[in-house]
Structures are given as structure tokens and as C-alpha cells.
């Protein structure tokens, strides 16, 4: 069984930072990518961004661009968010996704990294919250 374990989050200040991770562990498997979602209350689950091992391709969502970055290590299967200038409007709850479903080209990936249900595997969230 394969397990995700976010930590880093946490209470911050509007315009603060945090670094969350998620390390995956259990039975030795290979990711083809790892990423974040995010679920405000009363809101849906959103793609934050994603880290597809293979070229090193990171994606984000156009409106998180500039103040969240991914990073990762593939050989530990860990997945890194470090995010900046922090708005009360990023309060959520985090999520580590993992998927280990191969795809043909970098375009079909990016189509379907922002589909939740696409994902093998997810944590089971860390808080953020930034107070304003």
C-alpha cells in the first residue's frame, strides 16, 4: 500500500511563505508524477500544480504562477510546494496527489493533470491557513 504524508502547513500571515511536503512510502512503486491539490471549504478541489519526472516538466495554475513553486526529488519520491506571498484566499487544505499512469506526449499530461480523478494516490492533507 502506497502512502502520501504531507507536513508543512500551518498558520501564516497574509503575505508570508510556507514550504509543504509529502513524501510517499509503503510498497516501492514509481510515480510518473507527483502534484497539489487544494480544497477551500464549500469549494471544490483545484489543481495547484504537478511535477512530471520524465523532463522535469512542472505545471502550475495560471493564477499561482509566480508565488507557488514545485520541486522534487524522484528518487525519494518527495514533492515540494514552497509558496510566497500568501493571501487569505490561499487558505485550504493542501493535497499530495501521485499518479503512475504513463502518458504518450507532454500535452496529453498537461490535459489531464488538472482532473483530480486521474490521480492514483493522495495524501491526507495538510492545513493552510493565512490570516489577513
Known amino acids: 500500500q502506497v502512502q502520501l504524508v504531507e507536513s508543512g502547513g500551518g498558520l501564516v500571515q497574509a503575505g508570508g511563505s510556507l514550504r509543504l511536503s509529502c513524501a510517499a512510502s509503503?510498497?516501492?512503486?514509481?510515480?510518473?508524477?507527483m502534484g497539489w491539490f487544494r480544497q477551500a471549504p464549500g469549494k471544490e478541489r483545484e489543481f495547484v500544480a504537478a511535477?512530471?519526472?520524465?523532463?522535469?516538466?512542472?505545471w502550475y495554475e495560471d493564477s499561482l504562477k509566480g508565488r507557488f513553486t514545485i520541486s522534487g526529488d524522484n528518487a525519494k519520491n518527495t514533492v515540494y510546494l514552497q509558496m510566497i506571498s500568501l493571501k487569505p484566499e490561499d487558505t485550504a487544505v493542501y493535497y499530495c496527489?501521485?499518479?503512475?499512469?504513463?502518458?504518450?506526449?507532454?500535452?496529453?499530461?498537461?490535459?489531464?493533470?488538472?482532473?483530480?480523478?486521474?490521480?492514483?494516490?493522495w495524501g491526507q492533507g495538510t492545513q493552510v491557513t493565512v490570516s489577513s
Open positions: 496527489a501521485a499518479d503512475i499512469s504513463p502518458y504518450p506526449n507532454l500535452g496529453s499530461w498537461i490535459r489531464a493533470i488538472t482532473t483530480a480523478s486521474v490521480w492514483d494516490y
Open positions: 509503503g510498497r516501492t512503486f514509481s510515480s510518473y508524477a
Open positions: 511535477l512530471r519526472w520524465s523532463g522535469g516538466n512542472a
